[in-house]
Nanobody, 121 residues
């Protein structure tokens, strides 16, 4: 069993930055691909960024490329999402997830409870 706890969300002005963290416990963090997903009000939960189990490969949704950076620390068992140049459309609940397949919601085996990011324009 894997437990994921997100932190770092909050209110920020457009153009600002936030860093999300996801603390992972309960199993072998280093064996999972990790991802960030988000769900905006009235929308489906969507992929934002993903990282391979070693951290060598990263993947991004087109909407965040060049602004967000995903990283992981396999010693601290923590996943990060650095978000820069935030826009109002980035407002959403952000979820951390762990899996071993692709980057669809159904590919992820474990989920955190989410952290709210609100970007004011």
């Amino acid at each position: 069993q894997v437990q994921l706890v997100e932190s770092g969300g909050g209110l920020v002005q457009a153009g600002g930055s936030l860093r999300l963290s996801c603390a992972v416990s309960g199993s072998s963090f280093g064996s999972y691909r990790m991802g960030w997903f988000r769900q905006a009000p009235g929308k489906e939960r969507a992929f934002v960024a993903g990282i391979s189990w070693r951290g060598v490969s990263t993947y991004y949704a087109d909407s965040v490329k060049g602004r967000f950076t995903i990283s992981r620390d396999n010693v601290k068992n923590t996943l990060y999402l650095q978000m820069n140049s935030l826009k109002s459309e980035d407002t959403a609940v952000y979820y951390c997830a762990a899996g071993s397949g692709g980057w669809r919601n159904t590919d992820m085996r474990y989920w955190g409870k989410g952290t709210l990011v609100t970007v004011s324009s």
